[in-house]
């Protein structure tokens, strides 16, 4: 049974920075692919950001390019996702997703197991 369990979320002022966390178990991951999703309120689900765990290829959404970073750490099964710069249109809920193989994508329906989420709200 894989599990996704996101962390890290919180209130920061626009400008500052936030690390999330994606603690990934029941699975060897260093054949998936993790994705960060997010969802503000009235708003349809938009990808951030995803990563090949093997070859640790990293793609972004042009609305976060340059202030988000994607990481992830074997021994740990984690993924992170550091954003810096943050603003207030980045307030949503955000999502992690694994997909089992294939190639990294910012299609939601391709990814197999999704975590709860967590709140990241950024005040101006």
């Known amino acids: 049974q894989v599990q996704l369990v996101e962390s890290g979320g919180g209130l920061v002022q626009a400008g500052g920075s936030l690390r999330l966390s994606c603690a990934a178990s029941?699975?060897?991951?260093?054949?998936?692919?993790m994705g960060w999703f997010r969802q503000a309120p009235g708003k349809e689900r938009e990808f951030v950001t995803t990563?090949?765990?093997?070859?640790?290829?990293?793609y972004f959404a042009d609305a976060v390019k340059g202030r988000f970073t994607i990481s992830t750490d074997n021994a740990k099964n984690t993924v992170y996702l550091q954003m810096n710069s943050l603003k207030p249109e980045d307030t949503a809920v955000y999502y992690c997703?694994?997909?089992?193989?294939?190639?990294?994508?910012?299609?939601?329906?391709?990814?197999?197991?999704w975590g709860q989420g967590t709140q990241v709200t950024v005040s101006s």
């Open positions: 029941g699975r060897t991951f260093s054949t998936y692919v």
């Open positions: 997703a694994a997909r089992r193989g294939g190639i990294a994508t910012a299609d939601s329906s391709l990814y197999d197991y």
């Open positions: 990563i090949n765990w093997r070859t640790s290829s990293a």
